[in-house]
């Protein structure tokens, strides 16, 4: 049955009755626990829906689930599991529970995946054999916890029409699992994750760390006040590199001709960032001021550092909004530069027409 309802005529009038300020924006595969009001008071905060505030308040470390490629051919395939398995030094976990080792393992299972792939009548010359995802969380968190979570949320997301491996690297100071998982499912379908799935499957991760004892969340950006999008891979490398990246000169010339023309351009949707990013602060407010009704020691305490997380939370500003201070800091150094330069040789052109005493 499909969640969709008219469209309302103001941005107050769509807020479902608690979840607005995590959930996704996009359709949901599924509905959590946290996003189903009680029957009996639907105005009130269900157990599910107070842990999940005490966590974003408390500011519990977030989930990284992230796809980083997809490999086209069998080639491209070996180069991947080779560089997740260091070359077969790694030992590498199927669906199955097996486990790999060495080249003559990833051998075998790169074998079975181009022969499964020269059946699939449906697949494109271009198309994938495998989505590349990569599973971590912040430093210092459990590594165990962290692989036995990956491992879990698996074979609960792909375990029943997918084959996948999966390898943990602790080489680097974030614990992360590689999960590749062939995109042709035994059902005959193709995996192609969306927006949607990917935020369902950071919940279920994080769900997964919880119940092994590690405290993780997995809110959208917006719910922490943050309305830019994190940059892309290949913009991040080409800035490492001291490259300017094809977008951040088409920005700069963008912002710099408004600030040369001394007007503001309007963007619609710089109104429609305000506008959803007061409501959600809003809400949060709504959230802690129900809290405090209660009378109960506990949910005081919450309420207040709800209400710290809202004043904590950063100005509403985007890309386009940050280049333009930055520009525009740039224009007032330079300019307080040029009048101190011109007061210094005012002053020594004085100091030289001094009569001599």
Request: hydrophobic content about 35%; aromatic content about 6%; proline content about 6%.
């Amino acid at each position: 049955m499909s969640r969709r309802s008219p469209r309302p005529t103001d941005l107050a009038s769509e807020l479902p009755p608690i979840s607005y300020v995590w959930e996704t924006p996009n359709r949901r595969p599924r509905r959590a626990e946290w996003d189903i009001p009680d029957p009996a008071a639907p105005s009130r905060l269900t157990p599910a829906m107070r842990a999940k505030l005490e966590r974003i308040a408390r500011r519990a470390p977030e989930v990284m689930v992230k796809i980083t490629g997809r490999t086209k051919g069998v080639a491209h395939l070996k180069s991947h599991l080779a560089y997740i398995t260091r070359n077969g030094e790694l030992y590498v976990e199927t669906e199955q529970g097996a486990t790999l080792t060495g080249r003559p393992g990833l051998k075998d299972l790169q074998q079975r995946w181009e022969d499964d792939a020269g059946l699939d009548d449906k697949r494109r010359r271009d198309g994938s054999l495998s989505v590349n995802i990569i599973l971590s969380m912040p430093a210092g968190t459990d590594a165990v916890a962290v692989k036995e979570s990956a491992r879990a949320f698996a074979i609960e997301a792909f375990g029943y029409n997918y084959d996948y491996v999966f390898v943990q690297h602790l080489d680097d100071k974030h614990p992360h699992v590689h999960l590749t998982v062939r995109s042709l499912g035994h059902d005959g379908k193709r995996l192609n994750p969306r927006k949607a799935d990917l935020q369902a499957w950071r919940e279920r991760f994080a769900g997964e760390l919880r119940l092994r004892g590690i405290a993780a969340e997995a809110t959208p950006r917006r719910t922490r006040g943050r309305v830019r999008k994190a940059d892309r891979g290949a913009v991040l490398a080409l800035r490492k590199r001291k490259v300017t990246p094809d977008v951040d000169r088409l920005a700069r010339k963008e912002v710099l001709s408004e600030v040369r023309g001394g007007g503001v351009a309007k963007h619609p949707w710089d109104e429609q960032i305000k506008s959803r990013q007061g409501a959600i602060r809003r809400r949060y407010i709504e959230y802690a001021a129900e809290l405090q009704r209660s009378g109960v020691a506990a949910d005081n305490l919450l309420a207040r550092q709800i209400q710290q997380f809202v004043k904590d939370m950063p100005a509403v500003e985007t890309r386009r909004h940050a280049l333009k201070n930055e520009i525009s800091e740039f224009a007032s150094t330079r300019r307080r530069g040029a009048d101190q330069s011109v007061g210094k040789e005012g002053r020594e052109k004085t100091r030289g027409q001094e009569p001599t005493r």
